[in-house]
């Protein structure tokens, strides 16, 4: 079964450019035989968390929440497209995030940071790492970082340089290394 990949992304504006970073992630990873599934925190319309999944009786979470919840417990990794707001995370990717926990566990994740500048959403990155170590699902060494988010993709997420996905090649190898050592740890058992 290929590694099943949910890529979080977290930009809820009406004017969001970050989405062809997250459209170019899911495509890439469809090159590396992985079934990725598109998590738009826009789309889901997700409140400022009052309630984590875990904190609903069985059965009775909103609907969005049970889906998120059967798409994460499948998950072989997850891959986090991170923008930067005044040298921080998203609001809506760490409200994205938050409503989930244990689903993580036991899963890599990997950083792509973007933004409108140089930087590359280098700062929110390094914030985004800690956030995924305390959720369970720890970053893979390697980041990808995208400059100028506005020009870099088309509307379909196909990069405007036509370097950009031999220059990533190693960050993809490494992502997918990790989950496929994970699948296969996971399935001796967890430590708890
Ligand atoms: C509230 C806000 C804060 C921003 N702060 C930064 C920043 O700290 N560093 C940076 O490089 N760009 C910053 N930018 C520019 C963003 O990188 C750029 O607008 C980018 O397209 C935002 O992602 P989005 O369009 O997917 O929402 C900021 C943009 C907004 C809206």
Redesign the pocket.
């Known amino acids: 079964m290929a590694l099943q990949v949910p890529v979080l992304f977290g930009?809820v504006?009406t004017?969001?450019?970050?989405?062809k970073a997250a459209r170019f992630v899911v495509n890439e990873l469809k090159k590396y035989g992985c079934e990725p599934a598109l998590v738009d925190a826009k789309q889901y319309d997700l409140p400022l968390l009052d309630k984590m999944y875990k904190e609903y009786d069985a059965g009775k979470a909103p609907v969005r929440l049970e889906e998120l919840a059967k798409l994460y417990r499948a998950a072989d990794g997850f891959a986090i497209v991170t923008?930067?707001?005044?040298?921080g995370v998203?609001p809506g990717l760490k409200n994205l995030l938050d409503y989930f926990l244990e689903e993580y566990y036991w899963r890599p994740s990997a950083i792509i940071s973007y933004?409108?500048?140089y930087?590359g959403?280098a700062?929110a990155a390094v914030q985004v790492r800690e956030i995924l170590g305390e959720l369970g699902m720890p970053a893979i060494s390697s980041v990808l970082p995208i400059a100028n988010?506005?020009s870099a993709f088309d509307d379909a997420g196909e990069p405007s340089d036509p370097k950009f996905r031999s220059r990533n090649e190693d960050f993809f190898n490494e992502f997918v290394w990790y989950m496929e050592a994970l699948r296969a740890q996971r399935a001796k058992g967890v430590p708890y």
């Open positions: 930009s504006r004017e969001r450019r970050g989405i923008g930067e707001y005044n040298h998203q933004s409108g500048g930087f959403g700062r988010v506005g």
